[in-house]
């Protein structure tokens, strides 16, 4: 079956670096998303992967490796509207985006 | 704003009414998605509808009656719904054209359904 798992929570401190992991189990891929959703809010675009290696877009990045089946996202000097939840998803060979459950990320002061 | 529009952004309703949620892109996008998204589950792929045609109905009760009237508009009916069908119901689209990347879903903000 296909699948996607990343963790249900982190907590981290405002200014400080946080790293959001994902694995993926998919028939076939066509690259790999994460979304940004804050509460009550539309999950809106932060990045796609599709080949192996960082990705860098300002405070964040984004990386992708296929042999593993593995992406990260990582968040640096934390601001408090990064809190959110933060939603991986693959797309598989028939172009279907698969979901995790999102990673809700809480900072704090 | 991400160019799509959602209605209402709130509803409450009794098993046995009868209600419609609109959805309405102006990215000019071909792609329109309904998804259910449950608190701590991963969102749940209803309906897919490409160039007004629907390519997807991911085994959902017949309760759940998506409509497409256009490439811009999307309906969701809703009939003697039950509890558990309570959740936020999200309408994405996209231009799903070529390489992954065009694969981006723009989402809507939502419509929080209670089922009482």
């Known amino acids: 079956g296909q699948n996607i798992d990343q963790p249900t929570e982190m907590t981290a401190t405002e200014g400080a670096i946080v790293q959001i992991n994902c694995t993926y189990q998919t028939s076939g891929f066509n690259g790999l998303f994460w979304y940004q959703q804050h509460a009550g809010e539309a999950p809106t675009f932060l990045s796609y992967n599709v080949l192996d290696g960082l990705e860098e877009k300002g405070r964040f990045s984004s990386f992708l490796s296929r042999s593993k089946g593995y992406s990260y996202l990582l968040l640096k000097e934390l601001q408090m509207k990064d809190s959110a939840s933060y939603l991986c998803?693959?797309?598989?060979?028939?172009?279907?985006?698969?979901w995790g459950a999102g990673t809700k990320l809480i900072i704090k002061p | 704003e991400t160019g799509v529009t959602q209605t209402p952004r709130h509803l409450v309703m009794g098993m046995t009414n009868k209600k419609s949620l609109k959805c309405e892109q102006h990215l000019g996008h071909n792609a329109m998605y309904w998804y259910k998204q449950s608190a701590k589950k991963p969102l749940e792929l209803m309906f897919v509808y490409n160039f007004k045609e629907q390519t997807e109905n991911n085994s959902v009760p017949s309760r759940f009656s998506p409509e497409c009237p256009n490439s811009s508009h999307l309906f969701l009916h809703l009939h003697t719904l039950q509890p558990e069908d309570s959740a936020l119901y999200l309408c994405?689209?996209?231009?799903?054209?070529?390489?992954?990347?065009?694969?981006?879903?723009?989402f809507g903000p939502g419509t929080r359904l209670t089922v009482t």
């Open positions: 998803a693959a797309l598989d060979s028939n172009y279907q985006l698969i």
């Open positions: 994405a689209s996209s231009q799903p054209t070529g390489g992954g990347d065009l694969h981006e879903q723009y």
